[in-house]
T-cell receptor, first 109, second 115 residues
Framework: GQNIDQPTEMTATEGAIVQINCTYQ??????LFWYQQHAGEAPTFLSY??LDGLEEKGRFSSFLSRSKGYSYLLLKELQMKDSASYLC??????????WGAGTKLIIKP | SAVISQKPSRDICQRGTSLTIQCQVD?????MFWYRQQPGQSLTLIAT?????????ESGFVIDKFPISRPNLTFSTLTVSNMSPEDSSIYLC????????????FGPGTRLTVT
């Protein structure tokens, strides 16, 4: 079956760095997406990885290792507004998005 | 960037009734999808809305319960039929644009409560 695992909840301190991991087992692979979702709002697209390596976008970076079925989202210089759920999603061979359950990130001052 | 709107934004409905949710995109769309999200949980894909033909439903979702229309490229509706309290959820439409990487962009969602 298809499966995506990510931690349920993480806590970090304002100004620090946090890494949210995602491991996946899917039928084929056509890319991995990270989304941010604030409470009561719709998910917003953060990043896309299809090749191995690190993609950097400002304070956020996303890493992919296809051979290990592994990705992480790195958030630097954490701000209170980064408190949200972070969803990992993998596009399978049918271009269907398989969603993880999301990681709730709590930022403390 | 494209704007995706949904209406209603929220509704409280009685069991046994039906509600139709509309999704409108302001630019050309490649694909449109309907999701359900229970509080504190991740997204569950209901179906892919196909223009001019029947939607493609995921396991556990059927057309009689969730009829979907997509009469043109930028508009789709989802009806939640014969509602029960278990249908209380947030319903989201999403769309992809252009070519790869096919990231999905979401509407603001419709919060449905069935009493």
């Amino acid at each position: 079956g298809q499966n995506i695992d990510q931690p349920t909840e993480m806590t970090a301190t304002e100004g620090a760095i946090v890494q949210i991991n995602c491991t996946y087992q899917t039928s084929g692979f056509n890319g991995l997406f990270w989304y941010q979702q604030h409470a009561g709002e719709a998910p917003t697209f953060l990043s896309y990885n299809v090749l191995d390596g690190l993609e950097e976008k400002g304070r956020f970076s996303s890493f992919l290792s296809r051979s290990k079925g592994y990705s992480y989202l790195l958030l630097k210089e954490l701000q209170m507004k980064d408190s949200a759920s972070y969803l990992c999603a993998v596009m399978d061979s049918n271009y269907q998005l398989i969603w993880g359950a999301g990681t709730k990130l709590i930022i403390k001052p | 960037s494209a704007v995706i709107s949904q209406k209603p934004s929220r509704d409280i409905c009685q069991r046994g009734t039906s509600l139709t949710i509309q999704c409108q995109v302001d630019s050309q769309v490649t694909m449109m999808f309907w999701y359900r999200q229970q509080p504190g949980q991740s997204l569950t894909l209901i179906a892919t809305a196909n223009q001019g033909s029947e939607a493609t439903y995921e396991s556990g979702f059927v057309i009689d319960k969730f009829p979907i229309s997509r009469p043109n490229l930028t508009f789709s509706t989802l009806t939640v039929s014969n509602m029960s309290p278990e249908d209380s959820s947030i319903y989201l439409c999403s769309a992809t644009f252009g070519t790869e990487p096919y990231e999905q962009y979401f509407g603001p969602g419709t919060r449905l409560t069935v009493t």
